[in-house]
Structure formats: structure tokens, C-alpha cells
């Protein structure tokens, strides 16, 4: 059961070989999967099932995706092929009718698993991004959203920020029009920028203004609308992002002119499309903040292990206190943002309001799991920069 109350109509298929119980594949899942008693039967089921699939990606894979650039096709595949695509989207199209509590648990699993952002960040929007079409769209537009998506068909981005618009949102300036030909399309003109996997995704969530702010009447969130339709190379320009680190997924800076949407593609009505996506990002926030604490506990994970082995004059290092007490610290700060995560995603579950929350779990993770990847560098000494230990890859 989950903390909804509600009984998932099954678990996600798994392939057969997901589920071996060779010693190996037992003995690395369980070097990074300690045991958490406040979850749920549901959760750990998910913790244990997701795990036997992450240790077929060891750290050399992800290592390889974000050297050379490379998305990772083959982890993506996996997941959606075993059915997690659409872990917390209803029975009835084709998901499992879990929770977001037990979505956090499968994408902090992930993250700690060694795959960190590179990981989650491939396959975050599948798992999240169409909240809004769950709880606004129309039956035809679930029936013709949703499957593709959970199946792994449709990979989608997500479109909101802009040049020149971060988080003051209700100034948007990218617009839809209706087609002075043709009533039933939209015209949308504008640029986007920090979209993630817009150089793989066949399908884009879009907030753009159709109501000049200047004319709006009533409070500054009206006039915003929300699509999700297909990303029409055609008329959209994708630039990537030269980033400083997760190379294996792509950001990019978007630009588009006259390019024709479908009304059929609306999400609620025109000029509530506010309300719409903070429904969307509110779980987007907490389950980041779940993937950001899987991240720390794996950079802490890899400190003490070197801790323990790397020898000076000696000793082991981690027997030293000025290496003990920041990874202690870090410990701590990590279970206490995984905790308030949990929490948040119980509430979320339980149709509390979560705005609160939301924020403060996304900052608190943040914050937690920047320091634990600082302090596992420095742990490591010189080697913290050396790719062969994985910890740069975290920090970065």
C-alpha cells in the first residue's frame, strides 16, 4: 500500500534478468542500499526491484556517457521497457497508480546507484512531467498522451524558463496567438532556454503568455497557457548548452517563430495554464530533491570507502577526525533532507498543499548533497579530480 491508500494494480514488469540473485549483483546492489525503516512496503519494494536493474550500469558506464557526450540510450531503454516510466501514472493508462513518494524512492535509488543526474536527469521528465495532463487534460488527451510516454515511445522536455525570464515566471514573453486563418492553431513565438533533452525529445510541455500581461485584468498568473504537443523541428531552433558537467544529457536554448500547435493540444483552458504547471512542479521540485539526496549519499558512500582504504604514514586515512567529522556532518544533513523528502512526497500523495514544502525540500537536498560532494573531493585528496573515482563526476 502505498500513502495513498490506494493498492497499485501491479509493480512494473521487469525482465527476468532484472531479478537474478547471482551473488555479485547481490553484493553490489547492497553496498549502496542500506536499509531505511520509515519507508513503506511499497517504497522498499521499489528500492530493492530498481536496484537489481541500476547494477547493470556500473560507473564506468555513466563515466563513459558523460565523457564522450553520449545519451544514455541503453539505461533509458531499460526503464522503459520494465514498465518505471509509469510509476505514479493511473491504471487505467498504462501505469502503476503508485505515489510520488514512491517515485522519489526509485529516483533516489537511481541516483545513488552511481548514475547521479547523468541518470535521473534522462529519464525525470517521463516520470513527472505530465502531472499537469493527469489532472487537467481531457480523457482524449490522457489516452493520447500518456501511453506513448509511459511506454517509452514519446520522450518529452519541459519549456518554461527564458533568456530573460528565470524564476519571475508571470513575465513569460514567449506567445500563442490564434492563426488569423485557421481558428483551431496556435502561432507560438518566442525563446526558451535551459530545456533539458530537447536534442532526444519528440514531444515538449510549453508555457507561453496568450494574454498580453498589459491587458491582463484580473492577477498577474492569468493569461498563461499550457501545451504539450509535438516538438516541430521544423519551426523550433535547438541550440545545446556547453555545460561545466552531466555531458550525457543535453540543455538547450530554444527559439521558434510562427510555429503552428494544435488547440487540441491545450492543457486546461486558455489563460490558466499557471495554476496547471505549479501542479507539475511541485512534484518536479520534490522529486529532484530526492535525486539530489541519492547523489550526496553516493559521493559520501565512495569518501568513506577511500577513507578506509588509502593508507598514510600507516593509517587509514578516514581514522583521522579532520576527515571523520565533515563526513559525519554531511551523514547527517543528508538523512535529514531525505526524511523532509519523504515527508513532503507523503503529503503531496495525500493532496496536502505542498508549495511550502516543495521549495524548501529542493533547497535543503541541494545544499545537503553540494556539501557532500565538496567534502568526498576533498576526502579523496588529488584523487578527487581523477575520473577513475567518480567523485568529480558528482561534484560537477
Request: hydrophobic content about 40%.
Amino acid at each position: 500500500m502505498g500513502s495513498t491508500g490506494i493498492r497499485p494494480r501491479e509493480l512494473p514488469k521487469r525482465s527476468a534478468y532484472s531479478f537474478q540473485t547471482k551473488r555479485c549483483l547481490n553484493a553490489r546492489a547492497a553496498e549502496y542500499l542500506p536499509d531505511l525503516p520509515d519507508l513503506t512496503e511499497s517504497q522498499r519494494s521499489v528500492r530493492e526491484a530498481i536496484s537489481k536493474i541500476c547494477v547493470k550500469f556500473p560507473d564506468e558506464y555513466w563515466l563513459d556517457c558523460d565523457v564522450n557526450k553520449r545519451w544514455p540510450r541503453e539505461f533509458t531503454s531499460t526503464i522503459a521497457r520494465d514498465g518505471w516510466l509509469g510509476i505514479c501514472m493511473p491504471a487505467e493508462y498504462g501505469g502503476s497508480a503508485l505515489g510520488l513518494a514512491e517515485a522519489v524512492a526509485m529516483m533516489q535509488t537511481i541516483s545513488e546507484s552511481g548514475g547521479g543526474f547523468s541518470a535521473t536527469s534522462s529519464i525525470h521528465m517521463n516520470i513527472f512531467g505530465l502531472a499537469p495532463v493527469v489532472k487537467y487534460g481531457t480523457e482524449e488527451q490522457k489516452r493520447r498522451f500518456l501511453p506513448p510516454l509511459i511506454e517509452g515511445k514519446d520522450t518529452a522536455c519541459f519549456a518554461v524558463t527564458e533568456p530573460n525570464t528565470g524564476l519571475d515566471t508571470l513575465k513569460l514573453q514567449s506567445t500563442a496567438t490564434r492563426s488569423p486563418t485557421d481558428p483551431s492553431t496556435y502561432l507560438l513565438n518566442g525563446s526558451k532556454t535551459w530545456t533539458s533533452t530537447a536534442q532526444h525529445a519528440n514531444k515538449i510541455l510549453i508555457l507561453v503568455r496568450t494574454t498580453p500581461l498589459n491587458i491582463v485584468t484580473t492577477k498577474p498568473s492569468q493569461g498563461l497557457s499550457l501545451f504539450y504537443t509535438p516538438l516541430d523541428r521544423t519551426a523550433v531552433s535547438v541550440a545545446e548548452i556547453a555545460k561545466m558537467g552531466r555531458a550525457a544529457v543535453d540543455t538547450n536554448t530554444l527559439h521558434f517563430s510562427d510555429w503552428r500547435v494544435p488547440a487540441s493540444d491545450l492543457i486546461g483552458s486558455e489563460g490558466a495554464g499557471f495554476a496547471a504547471i505549479l501542479h507539475g512542479m511541485n512534484a518536479e521540485r520534490i522529486l529532484l530533491a530526492g535525486e539530489a539526496v541519492g547523489l550526496g549519499f553516493a559521493a559520501l558512500r565512495r569518501a568513506a570507502r577511500y577513507a578506509r582504504e588509502r593508507v598514510v604514514f600507516g593509517t587509514p586515512i578516514g581514522a583521522n577526525q579532520g576527515v571523520q567529522h565533515p563526513l559525519a556532518a554531511s551523514w547527517c544533513e543528508l538523512e535529514a533532507a531525505r526524511l523532509m523528502v519523504n515527508r513532503a512526497a507523503q503529503m503531496y500523495d495525500e493532496g496536502c498543499a505542498t508549495g511550502e514544502y516543495a521549495n524548501a525540500v529542493k533547497y535543503l537536498a541541494g545544499e545537503a548533497a553540494f556539501r557532500a560532494c565538496e567534502r568526498a573531493v576533498m576526502a579523496h585528496g588529488g584523487m578527487g579530480y581523477a575520473r577513475e573515482f567518480h567523485v568529480e563526476r558528482a561534484k560537477y
